[in-house]
């Protein structure tokens, strides 16, 4: 069979790799070793204690030495952006590229680089992308999408119940494993639609149709990270900070505050993505491909051995991810995706090393390098810092313009670090600068301002483990070639991410928070403790 799909590369300028690998080169250079290191820099570093961390690992000899790897690092974030963006160098190549330079440079200890690329974080990925393929291969994929969208016609309302089922369930249960689960269940409604307006000859794709659905899948998971402190640990570790300060916030609470804007959010990712791409998608109608897929379903009759196994072990996945906590992490029980198809004898065990997106995992684990180069070397301190001093100078010190000036750049942040890491970096910080601010909904309504916006990384693929998923799962079932590039991230996404922030601030700071309230005496509490230096 013949078939005809557009290339999936950008046009113009942004094919040109050679230029933007030099872009991304000389900014490097120029940050990382010609600029002068300010003095700023230099004093956070010594005074936060980095530069004598540097000093015992062996890797900085003084303060200025530690302070130059910092700028070192702050030249790698442009060059990593650029070359993930614009493939300058393949995408996986890019992420092991990342541990590369903090080995040659020296700019974190051996042991330390090793663990960003063998963490819970990694293996988790792994079991994950590992996880698509198998549902995949025994056809449980196509159960899925009649069980949660057979009931559904025409082409708006399948598109609205995807994202607002999406987000609502994404508040609950681990947004990745529904990722893992639905993108192949997306692609087979897609390819199912496209096929079937093309029976007499060559399939004619619609990739407009693919990302459309993709990364409304994709946005639509995201966002439901505001709803409960289920979704994500980056919640549960705000409220770690607040009980650190006396005033704990239980998961209704949280719930109050988060969940109302949840559904909300999800019509609103429907509703961007009809706009976005109404023009574009040739195919208007999702009912065919859906109704292929139950016909598929119902030829394949009571499900089988290898589909049993397969739902059993996602529901024991599932559970484990649930119930065991921070004791097995998400890590060990992703892994079981590589075990058991592989033990109870459903899936040949080089059919799941072959369908592994092995670019999409080697990125990722270079982006939590990234993150912990940024952390470690203070180099993300430094920029929230210097953010946070703007914003004084700006005279935004207090309620509204407070929180409105630590959302945006705790949602910038998240696209460059994860959800958790930028919610550790920035609690410590803007809870006593929201309680120094005298305002009464302090320190709760500051670290819900981080806390919601760390769940809206939708414009860099690097920025959740979501964007990685469907990069890497999100193919085209008849020749495996990939639907989504990495600047489509950047093209669709950095105006939802505005969109996304433009909700939390009218909705959540301006109405629910006015609705809602504050319990009073939070403030009193925790200035006690921090004006004592009992916080934890």
């Known amino acids: 069979m013949s078939h005809d799909i557009q290339a999936n590369g950008q046009g113009g300028l942004l094919a040109n790799k050679l230029f933007w690998l030099g872009v991304g080169a000389g900014i490097f250079i120029i940050i990382g070793f010609i600029l002068p290191t300010p003095q700023s ?149 897609y390819f199912g639609s496209v096929a079937t307006n093309n029976q007499s000859g060559p399939i004619k794709h619609d990739p407009a149709l693919a990302k459309f659905l993709l990364f409304g899948l994709c946005f639509a998971l995201n966002v439901g990270g505001v709803g409960s402190p289920a979704a994500g640990g980056r919640n549960v570790i705000m409220m770690g900070f607040w009980e650190g300060y006396k005033v704990p916030m239980d998961f209704f609470t949280w719930m109050k505050y988060g969940f109302p804007m949840v559904p909300i959010l999800g019509v609103i990712v429907a509703v961007y993505m009809i706009v976005f791409f109404s023009k574009k998608v040739k195919t208007k109608s999702l009912t065919p491909g859906l109704e292929a897929i139950k016909d598929e379903t119902r030829k394949m009759g009571r499900m089988k051995y290898p589909e049993y196994v397969a739902l059993g072990m996602l529901i024991l996945i599932l559970l484990l991810w649930i119930l065991g906590g921070e004791e097995l992490g998400l890590g060990g029980p992703a892994l079981l995706a590589l075990l058991i198809p592989v033990i109870f004898r459903i899936t040949a065990w080089r059919k799941i090393l072959n369908g592994i997106s092995w670019d999409a995992w080697f990125m990722y684990c270079g982006a939590l390098t990234l993150g912990a180069l940024l952390k470690e070397s203070g180099a993300a301190l430094w920029l929230a810092q210097s953010v946070l001093t703007v914003l004084s100078y700006a005279g935004i010190q207090q309620g509204l313009g407070l929180w409105v000036g630590l959302s945006a750049f705790s949602g910038l942040m998240t696209n460059f670090m994860s959800d958790a890491g930028t919610t550790a970096l920035l609690g410590p910080i803007v809870i006593p600068m929201g309680i120094m601010s005298g305002h009464a909904a302090e320190p709760w309504a500051s670290g819900l301002a981080v806390a919601f916006a760390t769940s809206f990384a939708h414009f860099l693929i690097v920025g959740t483990p979501n964007n990685a998923i469907v990069y890497g799962l999100g193919t085209y079932p008849d020749t495996g070639e990939r639907a989504i590039h990495p600047m489509d991230f950047i093209k669709y996404g950095l105006l939802l991410w505005f969109i996304c922030l433009l909700v939390v601030w009218l909705i959540g700071f301006l109405g629910i928070f006015s609705l809602v309230g504050f319990p009073e005496g939070i403030l009193e509490t925790s200035k006690q403790v921090l004006e004592s230096g009992a916080a934890k």
């Open 41 to 189: 820099l230099v004093d956070i570093v010594r005074d936060n204690g980095i530069a004598q961390k540097m000093i015992d690992w062996g890797i900085a000899e003084d303060v200025h030495e530690a302070a130059n790897k910092t700028m070192t690092v702050l030249g790698i974030i442009p060059m990593a952006i650029i070359f993930f963006a614009t493939e300058a160098i393949p995408i996986g190549l890019t992420g092991i590229l990342m541990p590369v330079l903090a080995y040659f440079l020296e700019l974190l200890p051996r042991a330390r680089i090793g663990k960003t690329f063998a963490g819970d974080a990694p293996m988790f990925l792994l079991g994950v992308l590992a996880m698509g393929v198998v549902v995949v291969e025994v056809g449980l994929h196509k159960r899925l999408a009649t069980w949660i969208l057979g009931w559904t016609r025409g082409f708006y309302l399948p598109v609205f119940v995807l994202c607002i089922s999406m987000a609502v369930i994404g508040s609950f249960i681990s947004a990745h494993a529904m990722c893992a689960f639905m993108t192949p269940v997306i692609m087979a409604v």
